[in-house]
C-alpha cells in the first residue's frame, strides 16, 4: 500500500503534535512553518519561537501520553502545592488546592515554557520533516472521496525557492489570522477582539518566596507561575482599545498598571528584560464554522477555535484536535469518513471551551468598584462554601480522554477511562 503523505501548515503546538501524531500513524509528513529555525543548542531544525508559558491541563498530558511524550512533558512542567486568588493590594480571596485538582481531573495542572514544548516535539519527528523559514498557502483542497485529487500546497518563501506539494491530507494549524480557514470558509467571520490585551514574559524568580497566584483588579488581571527552572512566567491582561502600544516600551506600560500591586509583581518587572514582554490583542471565535475540514483539509487549534485564556486551554485543545484527528486518520480509512467523524467529535465540544473561556474573561474586564467588590465577595463567598468552586469551571474539560483503543496503546492514560459523553 501506497504511504499517505501529510503536509502540515504551522509549526506551532498543534501543527507539530498533529505531526508526530500523524507519522506515529504511519503517514509521511512535512511541516511547513514561516518562521525561520531556532538557534544552535536547541532540537534540531525547530521554529525559532521565544513565547512564554503555557499552561497542560491534565487533559492535554493525557493526549500527549498517547505520543509517548506525556512523561517528558511532565519533566519540564512545574508543579505547585496551592494556587491563589488575590485583589491588588494583597487580599487573598480564595485557594486552589493542587491535590484538589488532581483527584478531580485525574492529573495535576502544570506550567511549562513553550519554546521547551516545541522542541522536544520537533524533536520527535523524522529528520527533514520539518522545514522552517517556509511560507506556505494553500493552492487547492482536494476531494476526500476515494480517488479524488489530491490537496495541492504552495510555497511561496523558501531558500530553495518556490514550489508546490501535493499531500493526501492537509492540516492547516496556521493560527488565529488563518489564510487557510478564510479560504475554505470565506464567508465566515473572523475572530473578533475579546475586549482586553494580553502581556507575557519569562523572568527570573525573586528572592523573597512566593505563591502561584492570579490577581484580580479593575479591568485587569495578573498572573504568576513558576517554571521548573527556577525561572517565574508572568501574564497580565487590561480592557484597553485594541491595537496599542506603548511608546516607551511594554514594560514602562506594566508597571504603569501594575507596579503598585503585591508581592511578587514589582519584583519581577524590575528583573524582566523589556526585550521579552511581549503584548498581544486577544481575540475569540466569533461564531462557529460550519466544519473543521474541507476536502482533504482539516482545521486545527487557533485557526479553527480562537479562545481568550482564561482556562489556559488554547494548546490543549490543539494538541487534543491533533490526537483525535490522527487517531480517526488510519491509514486505510477513509479519509472522508474520518475528517467527518473529526469535525463532529470536535466542533462541539471546542466552541464550548471557547464560550466558557469568553465568559470568564468578560470578568476580568469589570472596572466601577461596585461591581468589582461583588466580583471579589462572590469569589470569597464562593471559596467558603464550596471549595471546589474554582475547578468546576474545568468540568468536562481537564478531565477530558483520548479515544479509548487509541493507535498508541499501552500508553498511560490512552484506555484507562471512557470518553467525556460529548467524544463517544
Known amino acids: 500500500m501506497r504511504q499517505r503523505t501529510a503536509v502540515v501548515i504551522g509549526g506551532g503546538i498543534g501543527g507539530l503534535t498533529a505531526a508526530v501524531a500523524l507519522d506515529r500513524r504511519g503517514w509521511s509528513v512535512t511541516v511547513l512553518e514561516r518562521a525561520a529555525a531556532s538557534p544552535p543548542g536547541s532540537a534540531p531544525g525547530a521554529p525559532a519561537r521565544n513565547g512564554a508559558g503555557i499552561g497542560l491541563a491534565p487533559n492535554a498530558q493525557r493526549a500527549l501520553d498517547t505520543l ?25 480571596l480564595a485557594r486552589m ?13 502544570l506550567v511549562a515554557h513553550r519554546a521547551e514544548l516545541l522542541a522536544l516535539l520537533a524533536a520527535r519527528l523524522p529528520e527533514g520533516a520539518l522545514r522552517t523559514g517556509a511560507a506556505a498557502v494553500l493552492a487547492d ?8 485529487r489530491p490537496a495541492r500546497v504552495r510555497i511561496e518563501e523558501a531558500a530553495d525557492g518556490a514550489q ?29 477582539y475579546a475586549g482586553f490585551t494580553a502581556w507575557r514574559f519569562v523572568a527570573p524568580a525573586p528572592d523573597r518566596p512566593f505563591a502561584a497566584h492570579e490577581t484580580w483588579g479593575p479591568g485587569s488581571l495578573w498572573g504568576t ?25 511594554e514594560r514602562a506600560e506594566l508597571l504603569r498598571r501594575f507596579g503598585s500591586w503585591h508581592h511578587p509583581v514589582p519584583a519581577l518587572l524590575a528583573a524582566v528584560d523589556p526585550a521579552v514582554v511581549l503584548r498581544n490583542d486577544v481575540h475569540t471565535a466569533a461564531a462557529a464554522p460550519p466544519a473543521f475540514h474541507r476536502g482533504r483539509v482539516a482545521l486545527l487549534g487557533d485557526a479553527v477555535h480562537p479562545m481568550t485564556p482564561n482556562l489556559g486551554q488554547g494548546g490543549c485543545q490543539a494538541i487534543e484536535d491533533a490526537v483525535v484527528l490522527a487517531h480517526l486518520a488510519a491509514p486505510d480509512a477513509d479519509l472522508a469518513v474520518a475528517l467527518t467523524a473529526y469535525t463532529r467529535q470536535r466542533l462541539p465540544h471546542t466552541m464550548e471551551v471557547v464560550r466558557r473561556a469568553r465568559r470568564i474573561g468578560r470578568l476580568t474586564t469589570w472596572r466601577s468598584r461596585p461591581a468589582c467588590a461583588l466580583r471579589a465577595g462572590l469569589m470569597a463567598a464562593g471559596a467558603r462554601l464550596a471549595p471546589d468552586r474554582a475547578l468546576r469551571s474545568m468540568d468536562g474539560i481537564a478531565d477530558w480522554r483520548p479515544p479509548a483503543g487509541t493507535y498508541a496503546s499501552g500508553t498511560r492514560g490512552t484506555t484507562s477511562a471512557a470518553q467525556p459523553k460529548e467524544h463517544e
Open 164 to 192: 508546490e506539494l501535493t499531500a493526501d491530507l492537509v492540516v492547516a494549524a496556521d493560527g488565529i489570522r488563518s489564510a487557510t480557514r478564510r479560504a475554505l470558509f470565506p464567508g465566515h467571520p473572523e475572530p473578533r
Open 97 to 109: 488546592e493542587q491535590a484538589a485538582a488532581a483527584r478531580r481531573f485525574g492529573g495535576p495542572l
Open 225 to 249: 507561575q513558576p517554571l521548573h527552572d527556577g525561572r517565574v512566567y508572568a501574564y497580565a491582561t487590561a480592557a484597553v482599545p485594541p491595537g496599542g502600544r506603548a511608546a516607551d516600551g
Open 141 to 148: 483542497p482536494g476531494e476526500a472521496r476515494p480517488h479524488g
Open 68 to 92: 509517548g511524550a506525556g512523561d517528558a512533558v511532565r519533566a519540564l512542567g512545574a508543579r505547585y502545592d496551592v494556587g491563589e486568588f488575590r485583589l491588588p493590594g494583597g487580599r487573598l
